[in-house]
């Protein structure tokens, strides 16, 4: 979350005209953002594994599931205040509140999740390659559409401030409830060890990912944009 935090800031810098970047098509900026949202849904999927075990009921599941919806709406009316050309319909927080409900039915299959998860991500990029190419009939360009690009077989990225669609990245939850099975069966005493004091901050962020997620980027916009204000 911090590496998020950095991100972001350094995105408000560039938005309020105080350094250049281009975190659209530059591979420093791109490649950092999918490594954050793969932790991210690796840290989901093993905490929805881990949940599971421990006899989380459904109706705990749906109240956070309900948080996570509630945040996608805020996070999509915020953006399209701020950017109403490039609005964020279906980005991390929208794509987790799917993926979130289709891990907790498939949870339980343990060691397949590692091969479905493979599947889910090698979906995306075979999807890509063969709508580039034209191995998809014409109709498939529809999928590129607002209504279907949530499913993530396209061969054209949508102008939106930020989208995390099912496929590839449901392969990266399922893989991280993968994970989180064998850290159960192979390592539980990772899962026992005390966090030590130096790692205690750090660790209160993780138990307020979702709060955290929400509040911070508008109070570095605030703070970057009010620097810009008084220095312009």
């Keep these: 979350m911090i590496w998020m935090a950095v991100y972001h800031f350094v995105f408000d810098l560039d938005y309020f005209g105080l350094t250049t970047q281009d975190f659209f098509r530059d591979p420093f900026w791109t490649w950092q953002r999918s ?5 991210f849904l690796l840290s989901a999927g093993m905490g929805q594994a881990i949940a599971t ?12 599931w309900a948080q996570v919806a509630a945040g996608a709406l805020l996070v999509s009316a915020g953006s399209w205040l701020l950017f109403p050309n490039s609005f964020i319909y279906f980005g991390v927080l929208h794509g987790l509140a799917l993926m979130l409900v289709v891990v907790r039915l498939t949870v339980r299959w343990r060691h397949w999740l590692w091969l479905l998860g493979a599947l889910a991500i090698a979906s995306g990029f075979i999807a890509e390659s063969m709508l ?12 590129n559409s607002m209504r279907w690009n949530w499913l993530g077989w396209i061969s054209q990225k949508p102008f939106t401030q930020d989208y995390v669609p099912l496929f590839p990245w449901l392969g990266v939850m399922w893989w991280g ?5 064998w ?3 192979q390592r539980p005493g990772w899962l026992a060890q005390p966090v030590s004091s130096v790692w205690q901050i750090f660790a209160r962020l993780g138990r ?9 980027q508008p109070i570095l916009m605030a703070f970057v944009g009010g620097v810009a204000w008084l220095f312009h």
């Design 35 to 39: 490594l954050i949202v793969s932790i």
């Design 183 to 185: 850290v159960q069966r």
């Design 132 to 143: 580039q190419t034209g191995a998809f009939p014409v109709w498939a360009d529809a999928l």
């Design 53 to 64: 075990a421990r006899g989380q009921s459904w109706w705990r599941f749906w109240r956070r």
């Design 208 to 216: 307020w990912s979702l709060s955290f997620y929400l509040v911070h």
């Design 177 to 181: 409830a993968a994970a989180g099975h």
